[in-house]
């Protein structure tokens, strides 16, 4: 009569692991991976055979047509959050487009009144060489369109008509409709892509984001300068989105 011979869980399990590591070579020199394959307008992803490891890539520049049809003026690699004034709706993106035209130049509205829960901050942190806000609040990025969303509730919630922000998000470019008004650091951005198509040469353009009750956060497109508008002021509107 033969004998059983039952092997330990633990060898079986161990000797799985080490088949794993020489299928894997040890240190993966990824010699099987699959090809690219679109996952979202301008991102792609491939998968490691050998590894099971994937990587991602995006595949548009700054300068080049967005999804909604405008110009991409921003790009991060690893992804940003955009925020909404529900935080459920929060999600990861990569881009930021900027229409290529403006909107009706409106004045930011309110006047006077303090915009609750928008970024606002004042000229404590200013450089008066470059004429630009230091302060880190200004170069947020992804808090545009849930400041947009505050700002509108609010000028509804007043029956103010035809502002900046109303004007964005109103917007209806290449089938579109979540446009919004850029934060200052969002606005920065556009203004340093400068050159590309469709992106503004001259002009001042309102953000979203807000120094005091009576004036609000502007760029000049002409030489980059930063600074507060009265909110009656009627300045240029550039429509941006995300994706």
Known sequence: MKK????????VILAVIGFLMVACGGDCEHSSWTGWDEISFGRETRECN???EVEA??????????????VIFYRNTEGFILQDINPANNKTVYYL????TNETA???GDYGTLVTDITTFNFTNYDNVNYVSTDPKAFLIGNGRKDTQIIIAHMEGKSITNTAAQRCASATHGTKEDWFLPSLGELNELYKAKGHTGVPTSGWFWSSSQ??????????FGGG?????YKTGSDDVR???AF
């Open 4 to 11: 059983v011979i039952k092997t330990p869980r633990i060898i």
């Open 50 to 52: 050998d590894c099971i």
């Open 57 to 70: 890539r995006l595949t548009k520049n700054i300068g080049e047509t967005g999804e909604a049809g405008g």
């Open 97 to 100: 487009e900027a229409w290529t």
């Open 106 to 108: 409106s004045p930011w």
């Open 211 to 220: 120094v005091v009750s009576s004036i609000a956060w502007e760029q000049h």
């Open 225 to 229: 300068v930063q600074y507060g508008g």
């Open 239 to 241: 429509a941006v989105r």
